[in-house]
C-alpha cells in the first residue's frame, strides 16, 4: 500500500468529535484491516514489494499521527495502582521507541533491509519475552485498569494540582486516559505488526490470535473509556491558585488603597460652627473643617473627603503614625483605657501622645475614630471595564486569566493561544493592556472604569461556564446597579476541525441582584484582618451568585488601615497556555478574622463527550487456516 492511501485511510474519521487518541485508534482499526488484508494475501507476499518494508511504511504513518499528538505532562498521581501501571507503561513505550527506531531505518529510502532474524528478532521481544514484552506488559496493565478504580481514586483524592501545578481534577483524569490509551495503541499496534511479519515469513497464520486480541482491546478499551467518562462527569473543572509560600505586594497581589480608613478627628474640627455640643456619634457623615488651635489635626493629613460612621472610644491615646510614603495612617493606637487597635510593638516615628480637652470649661471636645473616604491621588480604587478578548478572528481563545494593577486602575487580563484540532491549543502570550488614568481627558466613570465608593463597592462573586460546544474568548466587567459585575465571552466551535464561529459568540452574565424574589447573597467578613497575615492557607469561601464588599480592615486587628479584600494577581494559566478553557469567575478566598483575597478562576473544557472508544465494528474478513500459535524458529 502506498503512502498517500495509507494518509487517506488514516483521516476517515477526521469528522468525527473524538478526542485525538480515540480518533488514533478508530483509524488504526481501518489500517490494520487492510494491512492483514495484504499479508493474507498470498499475491502480496509474493509480489517481490518487500512485504516487511511495506508493513514497517505503514506502522511510521501510523506513529506520525501518534507523535502529532499533544503530549499531556506524565500525571502527578502517586497511588499503588499507579505506580503499578507506570512500571508496564515505561515497559510498553521503550519497546515501542526501539520499534519504530527499527521501522524507520527500514522504511527510509534507499535503506538496505536488515536480515530476517533482525526482524524476527523485533517480533519475538514484542511477543513472547517472559519478562519485558508488549504482550505481557499490554496484559497486566488491563488487569490493573479494569474496574475503573484509577480514574474513581483521582476522584476520592485530594491533589495539590490545583494550586501547584495548575490541573483541574478533570484535566488530570483526561491526561490520566490519554496517557493510559495511548500507550495501550503502541502496544497494541506492535504486536499486530508482530503476527503481521510473522505471517510475512511463513510462521504461522495468526489470524486468529490477531482477532481474539483485536476483539479484547476493543472491549477493554470501551470499558477504559466508559469509565473514564463516567469520572470526568463528575470531577471538578475550577482552576485557581492559592496562597503563594510568601506573599509580595506587587507580585503576588496588590490593594485597593485608602477606599475607607481608620481616622481620628476631634469633633471641634467636624461642623462649621467649631463647637462640641455633641458627641461622637452624632458625625456619621461628616467632613474636616480646619485644625483647632493646631492641635493633633496639624501632625497628620487631613481627610479632604468624607468622614464616616464616627465613634467614641476613650479620651486619651498614643498614636503610633506610619511613614510618609506608606498607605495607613497609623501602625498602631493605645487607649489610656487598655483598647489597642493595630499591632502595639515599636514606632519608627514615635508616639504621639493625643489628648482630649474642655472648651471654656463646659464642652468636652472628644478625639473620635472614624472612617476616611478620599479619592486623593493615593487611593487606588478603579476597575476597568475594557473588554479583554482574544483575537478570535484569528482563531484564539483565551488560555489565561489574571488581575493586573496598573497605576490606580485594576485590569483583567488573557493570555491567548491559537486553537487547534480536536481541543489542541498553541500556547500563545499574555494580551498587551492599555494603561489609563482615569483623570485623563474622555475616561468615563461607568463606562471606561468603575470607581469604588462607599456606596458603590461592592463586587459579584460569579463563576460562568460556556454552553456545550463553546469556549472561552473573552471577559469583562459591566455595571449590575451598584455592582462590578463579571461576564465571560463565549464562542461555538467545531471540535474536530478547531475552527471558531466568531459571528455567533455571546457575553454570558449571572444577572441577578440582591434586591431580586430571590436575592444574590452577601459574603460577610468577620472581623477582616490583613489576610497576608494568615498562619494557615486561605480556603475559597464564596460560592456562585454572592457578593463581597470592599472595606476597612478590622479596627483591634488593624486600626482599620486596610482595605480588604486584597487582590490576588497571581495568573490563572492551564498547562502553561496550553490548556482549553470554557468559563471563568471571580471568586473570594478568606476565612473568618482575615479580610481574605479577591482572585480569578478558570473551568477547564468539558472532554467527557469526546471520549468514546467502541469496539471494531468486525473482525478481519481473511482466512484463518491455521489457529496455533507457532513459535518462531530462526
Same mark, same amino acid.
Given at each position: 500500500?502506498?503512502?498517500?492511501? +495509507?494518509?487517506?485511510? !488514516?483521516? /476517515?474519521? &477526521?469528522? @468525527?468529535? $473524538?478526542?485525538?487518541? %480515540?480518533?488514533?485508534? =478508530?483509524? #488504526?482499526?481501518?489500517?490494520?484491516?487492510?494491512?492483514?488484508?495484504?499479508?493474507?494475501?498470498?499475491?502480496?507476499?509474493?509480489?517481490?514489494?518487500?512485504?516487511?518494508?511495506?508493513?514497517?511504511?505503514?506502522?511510521?504513518?501510523?506513529?506520525?499521527?501518534?507523535?502529532?499528538?499533544?503530549?499531556?505532562?506524565?500525571?502527578? +498521581?502517586?497511588?499503588? !495502582?499507579? /505506580?503499578? &501501571?507506570? @512500571?508496564? $507503561?515505561?515497559?510498553? %513505550?521503550?519497546?515501542? =521507541?526501539? #520499534?519504530?527506531?527499527?521501522?524507520?531505518?527500514?522504511?527510509?529510502?534507499?535503506?538496505?533491509?536488515?536480515?530476517?532474524?533482525?526482524?524476527?528478532?523485533?517480533?519475538?521481544?514484542?511477543?513472547?519475552?517472559?519478562?519485558?514484552?508488549?504482550?505481557?506488559?499490554?496484559?497486566?496493565?488491563?488487569?490493573?485498569?479494569?474496574?475503573?478504580?484509577?480514574?474513581?481514586?483521582?476522584?476520592?483524592? @485530594?491533589?495539590?494540582?490545583?494550586?501547584?501545578?495548575?490541573?483541574?481534577?478533570?484535566?488530570?483524569?483526561?491526561?490520566?486516559?490519554?496517557?493510559?490509551?495511548?500507550?495501550?495503541?503502541?502496544?497494541?499496534?506492535?504486536?499486530?505488526?508482530?503476527?503481521?511479519?510473522?505471517?510475512?515469513?511463513?510462521?504461522?497464520?495468526?489470524?486468529?490470535?490477531?482477532?481474539?486480541?483485536?476483539?479484547?482491546?476493543?472491549?477493554?478499551?470501551?470499558?477504559?473509556?466508559?469509565?473514564?467518562?463516567?469520572?470526568?462527569?463528575?470531577?471538578?473543572?475550577?482552576?485557581?491558585?492559592?496562597?503563594?509560600?510568601?506573599?509580595?505586594?506587587?507580585?503576588?497581589?496588590?490593594?485597593?488603597?485608602?477606599?475607607?480608613?481608620?481616622?481620628?478627628?476631634?469633633?471641634?474640627?467636624?461642623?462649621?460652627?467649631?463647637?462640641?455640643?455633641?458627641?461622637?456619634?452624632?458625625?456619621?457623615?461628616?467632613?474636616?473643617?480646619?485644625?483647632?488651635?493646631?492641635?493633633?489635626?496639624?501632625?497628620?493629613?487631613?481627610?479632604?473627603?468624607?468622614?464616616?460612621?464616627?465613634?467614641?472610644?476613650?479620651?486619651?491615646?498614643?498614636?503610633?503614625?506610619?511613614?510618609?510614603?506608606?498607605?495607613?495612617?497609623?501602625?498602631?493606637?493605645?487607649?489610656?483605657?487598655?483598647?489597642?487597635?493595630?499591632?502595639?510593638?515599636?514606632?519608627?516615628?514615635?508616639?504621639?501622645?493625643?489628648?482630649?480637652?474642655?472648651?471654656?470649661?463646659?464642652?468636652?471636645?472628644?478625639?473620635?475614630?472614624?472612617?476616611?473616604?478620599?479619592?486623593?491621588?493615593?487611593?487606588?480604587?478603579?476597575?476597568?471595564?475594557?473588554?479583554?478578548?482574544?483575537?478570535?478572528?484569528?482563531?484564539?481563545?483565551?488560555?489565561?486569566?489574571?488581575?493586573?494593577?496598573?497605576?490606580?486602575?485594576?485590569?483583567?487580563?488573557?493570555?491567548?493561544?491559537?486553537?487547534?484540532?480536536?481541543?489542541?491549543?498553541?500556547?500563545?502570550?499574555?494580551?498587551?493592556?492599555?494603561?489609563?488614568?482615569?483623570?485623563?481627558?474622555?475616561?468615563?466613570?461607568?463606562?471606561?472604569?468603575?470607581?469604588?465608593?462607599?456606596?458603590?463597592?461592592?463586587?459579584?462573586?460569579?463563576?460562568?461556564?460556556?454552553?456545550?460546544?463553546?469556549?472561552?474568548?473573552?471577559?469583562?466587567?459591566?455595571?449590575?446597579?451598584?455592582?462590578?459585575?463579571?461576564?465571560?465571552?463565549?464562542?461555538?466551535?467545531?471540535?474536530?476541525?478547531?475552527?471558531?464561529?466568531?459571528?455567533?459568540?455571546?457575553?454570558?452574565?449571572?444577572?441577578?441582584?440582591?434586591?431580586?424574589?430571590?436575592?444574590?447573597?452577601?459574603?460577610?467578613?468577620?472581623?477582616?484582618?490583613?489576610?497576608?497575615?494568615?498562619?494557615?492557607?486561605?480556603?475559597?469561601?464564596?460560592?456562585?451568585?454572592?457578593?463581597?464588599?470592599?472595606?476597612?480592615?478590622?479596627?483591634?486587628?488593624?486600626?482599620?488601615?486596610?482595605?480588604?479584600?486584597?487582590?490576588?494577581?497571581?495568573?490563572?494559566?492551564?498547562?502553561?497556555?496550553?490548556?482549553?478553557?470554557?468559563?471563568?469567575?471571580?471568586?473570594?478566598?478568606?476565612?473568618?478574622?482575615?479580610?481574605?483575597?479577591?482572585?480569578?478562576?478558570?473551568?477547564?473544557?468539558?472532554?467527557?463527550?469526546?471520549?468514546?472508544?467502541?469496539?471494531?465494528?468486525?473482525?478481519?474478513?481473511?482466512?484463518?487456516?491455521?489457529?496455533?500459535?507457532?513459535?518462531?524458529?530462526?
Amino acid at each position: 500500500m502506498k503512502a498517500a492511501a +495509507l494518509f487517506a485511510l !488514516l483521516a /476517515l474519521a &477526521a469528522a @468525527e468529535d $473524538l478526542s485525538p487518541v %480515540d480518533n488514533v485508534r =478508530k483509524n #488504526f482499526y481501518a489500517l490494520e484491516v487492510e494491512m492483514w488484508n495484504n499479508v493474507s494475501d498470498p499475491l502480496w507476499r509474493e509480489s517481490g514489494l518487500g512485504g516487511d518494508v511495506e508493513l514497517t511504511k505503514a506502522f511510521v504513518v501510523l506513529d506520525n499521527q501518534i507523535s502529532s499528538i499533544p503530549r499531556p505532562p506524565r500525571p502527578p +498521581l502517586s497511588s499503588w !495502582l499507579w /505506580l503499578k &501501571a507506570t @512500571e508496564k $507503561l515505561q515497559i510498553i %513505550d521503550g519497546l515501542y =521507541k526501539s #520499534f519504530v527506531d527499527f521501522a524507520r531505518r527500514q522504511s527510509a529510502p534507499g535503506a538496505v533491509p536488515a536480515p530476517v532474524k533482525d526482524w524476527l528478532d523485533l517480533a519475538e521481544s514484542i511477543l513472547m519475552d517472559p519478562k519485558t514484552s508488549a504482550m505481557q506488559a499490554v496484559r497486566k496493565l488491563q488487569g490493573l485498569l479494569q474496574h475503573g478504580d484509577l480514574f474513581r481514586s483521582i476522584l476520592q483524592d @485530594e491533589h495539590p494540582d490545583v494550586c501547584e501545578l495548575q490541573l483541574s481534577q478533570h484535566q488530570l483524569i483526561y491526561d490520566t486516559y490519554n496517557t493510559i490509551s495511548l500507550t495501550e495503541i503502541k502496544g497494541y499496534a506492535m504486536m499486530q505488526f508482530s503476527w503481521m511479519l510473522l505471517r510475512i515469513y511463513g510462521k504461522g497464520n495468526y489470524t486468529q490470535e490477531a482477532s481474539l486480541t483485536r476483539q479484547r482491546y476493543g472491549e477493554r478499551t470501551a470499558q477504559t473509556a466508559a469509565a473514564a467518562r463516567a469520572a470526568l462527569a463528575m470531577a471538578k473543572r475550577d482552576l485557581y491558585r492559592c496562597d503563594p509560600p510568601q506573599h509580595i505586594e506587587g507580585e503576588t497581589y496588590a490593594e485597593v488603597t485608602r477606599l475607607l480608613q481608620g481616622y481620628i478627628e476631634n469633633e471641634v474640627d467636624m461642623n462649621a460652627d467649631g463647637t462640641c455640643r455633641d458627641n461622637c456619634a452624632a458625625y456619621t457623615v461628616a467632613e474636616n473643617h480646619g485644625c483647632f488651635k493646631d492641635q493633633f489635626c496639624a501632625k497628620q493629613n487631613a481627610c479632604k473627603g468624607r468622614i464616616l460612621n464616627c465613634k467614641y472610644i476613650d479620651s486619651d491615646m498614643w498614636v503610633c503614625p506610619s511613614s510618609r510614603t506608606s498607605n495607613r495612617r497609623y501602625e498602631w493606637i493605645e487607649y489610656e483605657n487598655g483598647r489597642t487597635l493595630g499591632r502595639v510593638g515599636s514606632c519608627m516615628r514615635g508616639t504621639t501622645k493625643v489628648d482630649s480637652w474642655w472648651k471654656w470649661n463646659l464642652l468636652h471636645c472628644s478625639y473620635c475614630f472614624c472612617l476616611c473616604e478620599e479619592a486623593s491621588n493615593q487611593s487606588d480604587r478603579f476597575f476597568s471595564m475594557k473588554e479583554a478578548t482574544a483575537d478570535f478572528e484569528k482563531n484564539k481563545v483565551v488560555t489565561g486569566l489574571r488581575l493586573v494593577k496598573l497605576g490606580r486602575v485594576f485590569h483583567l487580563q488573557i493570555s491567548e493561544g491559537t486553537l487547534g484540532e480536536r481541543g489542541s491549543v498553541t500556547p500563545g502570550d499574555w494580551v498587551p493592556l492599555q494603561k489609563f488614568d482615569p483623570s485623563e481627558p474622555g475616561m468615563r466613570d461607568g463606562v471606561d472604569y468603575h470607581k469604588l465608593t462607599f456606596e458603590r463597592r461592592a463586587i459579584d462573586l460569579d463563576e460562568l461556564d460556556s454552553p456545550a460546544g463553546h469556549i472561552l474568548t473573552g471577559v469583562r466587567f459591566s455595571l449590575m446597579g451598584a455592582h462590578l459585575h463579571f461576564e465571560i465571552r463565549s464562542t461555538p466551535f467545531n471540535y474536530a476541525t478547531g475552527r471558531l464561529a466568531p459571528e455567533r459568540s455571546q457575553w454570558i452574565s449571572n444577572d441577578n441582584t440582591d434586591g431580586a424574589e430571590v436575592p444574590r447573597k452577601r459574603l460577610e467578613l468577620y472581623a477582616p484582618d490583613i489576610p497576608t497575615r494568615s498562619h494557615t492557607p486561605l480556603p475559597v469561601d464564596s460560592s456562585h451568585d454572592q457578593f463581597v464588599e470592599f472595606t476597612h480592615s478590622d479596627y483591634d486587628a488593624d486600626a482599620a488601615q486596610s482595605t480588604v479584600p486584597f487582590v490576588d494577581i497571581q495568573p490563572v494559566m492551564p498547562m502553561k497556555g496550553a490548556g482549553l478553557t470554557s468559563g471563568a469567575g471571580i471568586i473570594h478566598r478568606g476565612a473568618r478574622g482575615s479580610g481574605g483575597f479577591i482572585g480569578v478562576k478558570l473551568f477547564t473544557y468539558d472532554y467527557s463527550t469526546h471520549i468514546k472508544a467502541e469496539p471494531p465494528a468486525s473482525e478481519f474478513d481473511v482466512d484463518s487456516d491455521t489457529t496455533e500459535f507457532v513459535p518462531i524458529v530462526n
